[in-house]
Every structure is written in structure tokens, then in C-alpha cells.
């Protein structure tokens, strides 16, 4: 597996978004060969590394489309292309740029932002005006519970990151009540992961001892930790995006915070591995995706197919984050030519009832627009690589545990 510490560097001056990446008339919708897509994805402000990833994904997508034939509907072949614009990583210039994606650009299809703040920000909006949303990066459940129509999300939802973690400190910990320290972040995606873990925690008879929420900034976490030292949990777990990946292993690290057991999100696309090489070692990692599953489609082929053109075309591995959104645009494809039709209705109707395997994984959406079709899988940082250590079913490793005190290691 091609080492993930190449990831954040070779993209960064490759993805300027300043207004529209391509311009596009009024009406548009369909122009000429071409099915036009609005997305308002993060270039800058603090989701602008995963909404790096999210774009990539996207784009890498629609040139395979487009070099492998188009979507036919119809009887006749269309382009695919992305209007872009930058959402500032802030929900309330989401909400307006789906507005004028939609009201001035004429976009009758979106494809979703990154993070599930966004996402809720924008849904509203699309589903006003009956336009069918196709996300990969809003995995909140609480997005599924609003009677959207169109709103559809090829990814896990949010109670199902760490619900491995939890379960794996249940099993080696041999029937002793677990005791869970949980940190995370005071935003829609974070707080829905804290409310899995808690009934995770339920189902294996543990004990939150640490419910701490950080703050948007996440600059420091040394609270939590100084606390974390003190009460000696069998599991601390960690939800801040990519910022708070990068800031947990950071001051855990410097703090010689000694925990058996730790469990993160957003490992992969914070690069801890590059970032923090050995102090990153023992980590659990959720994770929607990985190159090892035996998924594959007629576009990309392979999952492992899939990481080795994006390491071609973007120079660093793959994180889920990209993943998820390539297998979105597909889902679009698939969709489109199933409805035989640029209605909107017609395309709604077609996602609605999607049931497709992708190079990511099999994609079949819930009445309520969730896909529910495809598990999580958890990795660890063993000898600077990340290993799948469940499902059990998909496992290329076995579980390190538990993590040597600081002082030897």
C-alpha cells in the first residue's frame, strides 16, 4: 500500500476555486452533450483539505465517465461536467450558493458539499425546488430524518464510525465494564458520532467517564487530556475532522497521555501518519472505505484499481473522502440512465430505488435517503501503514492492543 504521508502535498496548489470553475447559461441543465452538475465544495477555511479530497473525487469520476462514453439516455451520449463554486466551509454561503446554483446557473442537479454541517444547510434548499442532491460527506443521521425526497448519501451514516471501536475495547477488555472517554467536536457530524458511541457504550455495559465537547477552533485539547491522565479510561475517542485527527495525536503526543485503546475519525485525510510518523502507531481509524475490499464497477473496476489511478492522477493515496465522492458521481450515471430521462422527477425516482455495486461499495438508499447497504470498516496504524482490523470479514491484520505506555515506546 502506497504510504498516505504523500497526501496533502503534492495537491495543494492544484485547486484554486475563486467563483465558478466553468460558466454556464441561465437555463442550463442539459446543454447540448453535456449534463451539468452544481456542487459548492470547501476551498478554503477549515473543511478545505477534505473538500480538496471531495473535489478530486468528483472530477476524477466525471473524466472517466466522459473518456469511457458518456451516460446514454436516450439513445445518445452525454458529457458530464461540474459547476463548482466555494463554499468557505461555512453553511450559510452553502445555503446561498445552492440557491444560485439553482436559481441563476440553472443546475438541476447537485452533487453534495463536504461535512454534514453543509449538507444540512444545503438540503433545505434542494428540496424546495425538487432538485434530486446526490452527497458523500454529510453522514449525520440526523439529515435522514427530516422527510427529504430528494436528498440521497452513498456513505455510512454517523452512529456506525465507531462502533467497532467500541466493540473491540468490549471484547479485550473481557467482560470488565469499560470505561470510554469521548471527545468531540461541537458540530452536526461529531455530536451524532458522540450520540452512536453512547449507545454503543450501552450495548457493552461501559462507563462514560470524559463527555467533552470542543470547541469549532480545535486548537487545544489539553483539558480533556490533563482529565483523560487522571481518570486512566480503557478508551478515549476522538471527533473533530481532519483538524481534530491532527490535533488529538499532536498533544497526546506531547502530553505522554498513556490510554490502551484510542479511536478517531478522519485519520486517513488529517495524514497522521505523514504528519506524526511513530506517534500515530496503535491508532484506530473509522473509515468508510479501503483499497483492499473486494468492490468493483464497469468504470473504475477494482477498489485497489481505483487508488492506483488516483495516486496517478493526484499523486497521493486516496482518502475515504474521495472515495465516496467519485462513487457518487456514479451513482448519478447509474441513475440517469435508468431513468432514460433529464427530469428531475424521473432521476428521483431512479436514485430512490439504486441498488448498485461501486468500486466503494454496494449503494442501496433507505426511504429516507441513507445508504444502507454498506458497512464502516476500522483500521489501526501498525508500522506506518493503515490495516483493516474490522469487520472481522475484511480484516488484513489483527488488532495491536493494548498501546505501550509512552515511556516504552
Known amino acids: 500500500m502506497t504510504n498516505r504521508r504523500q497526501m496533502l502535498g503534492a495537491v ?3 485547486f484554486a476555486m475563486v467563483g465558478l470553475a466553468f460558466t454556464a447559461p441561465a437555463q442550463a441543465k442539459v446543454e447540448g452533450d ?7 465544495v470547501s476551498a478554503t477555511g477549515k473543511y478545505s483539505t477534505n473538500g480538496k479530497h471531495t473535489r478530486n473525487g468528483y472530477d476524477l469520476a466525471v ?5 469511457r462514453g458518456g451516460i446514454m439516455v436516450g439513445g445518445k451520449s452525454y458529457k458530464v461536467k461540474v459547476i463548482y463554486y466555494d463554499d468557505e466551509s461555512t453553511p450559510a454561503r452553502g445555503a446561498q450558493l445552492a440557491e444560485r446554483l439553482i436559481q441563476q446557473d440553472g443546475v438541476k442537479y447537485m452533487l453534495g458539499p463536504y461535512s454534514s454541517g453543509l449538507t444540512k444547510s444545503m438540503a433545505p434548499v434542494t428540496e424546495k425546488y425538487g432538485i434530486p442532491m446526490v452527497e458523500a460527506n454529510g453522514a449525520s443521521r440526523s439529515l435522514f430524518a427530516n422527510g427529504y425526497k430528494y436528498l440521497f448519501a452513498v456513505l455510512s451514516t454517523t452512529e456506525q ?3 467497532s471501536a467500541v466493540a473491540l475495547a468490549g471484547e479485550v477488555n473481557g467482560g470488565k465494564t469499560v470505561k470510554i472517554a469521548a471527545a468531540f467536536e461541537n458540530d452536526p457530524f461529531s455530536q451524532d458520532v458522540r450520540a452512536g458511541v453512547l449507545d454503543d457504550a450501552k450495548k457493552i455495559g461501559g462507563e462514560i467517564v470524559i463527555d467533552d465537547k470542543l470547541p469549532p477552533e480545535l486548537n487545544d485539547m489539553a483539558a480533556t487530556l490533563t482529565k483523560t491522565k487522571a481518570v486512566k479510561p480503557d478508551l478515549l475517542v476522538v471527533s473533530g475532522h481532519a483538524k481534530g485527527a491532527a490535533l488529538a495525536i499532536r498533544q497526546i503526543n506531547e502530553m505522554k497521555v498513556d490510554v490502551p485503546m484510542l479511536a478517531m475519525t478522519h485519520c486517513d485525510s488529517a495524514d497522521v501518519i505523514g504528519k506524526f510518523g511513530k506517534a500515530a502507531e496503535y491508532t484506530l481509524c473509522a473509515s468508510q472505505w479501503d483499497r483492499s475490499l473486494s468492490y468493483s464497477d464497469m468504470i473504475f473496476g477494482s477498489a485497489e484499481d481505483f487508488a492506483t489511478l488516483f495516486e496517478k492522477t493526484y499523486n497521493y493515496a486516496p482518502p475515504y473522502q474521495a472515495a465516496e465522492s467519485a462513487a457518487a458521481v456514479l451513482v448519478y450515471k447509474n441513475a440517469f440512465e435508468r431513468a432514460n430521462s433529464f427530469d428531475t ?4 425516482d431512479a436514485l430512490s430505488a439504486t441498488d448498485m455495486q461501486t468500486f466503494y461499495g454496494n ?3 433507505s426511504p429516507e ?8 470498516v476500522l483500521y489501526q496504524v501498525q508500522d506506518g501503514e493503515y490495516k483493516v482490523v474490522a469487520p472481522t470479514k475484511w480484516a488484513s491484520a ?3 492492543w493494548p498501546t505501550p505506555p509512552w515511556s516504552k515506546r
Do not use: C, E, H, Q
Not at 34 to 40: D, E, F, H, Q, S
Not at 345 to 348: H, I, Q
Open 363 to 365: 449503494v442501496k438508499f
Open 63 to 67: 473524466k472517466m465517465i466522459n473518456d
Open 161 to 163: 464510525y465507531l462502533a
Open 398 to 400: 489483527k488488532l495491536r
Open 345 to 348: 422527477k424521473a432521476v428521483r
Open 34 to 40: 453535456t449534463i451539468v452538475l452544481g456542487a459548492a
Open 369 to 376: 435517503g441513507a445508504n444502507i447497504a454498506k458497512p464502516m
Open 12 to 14: 495543494a496548489s492544484g
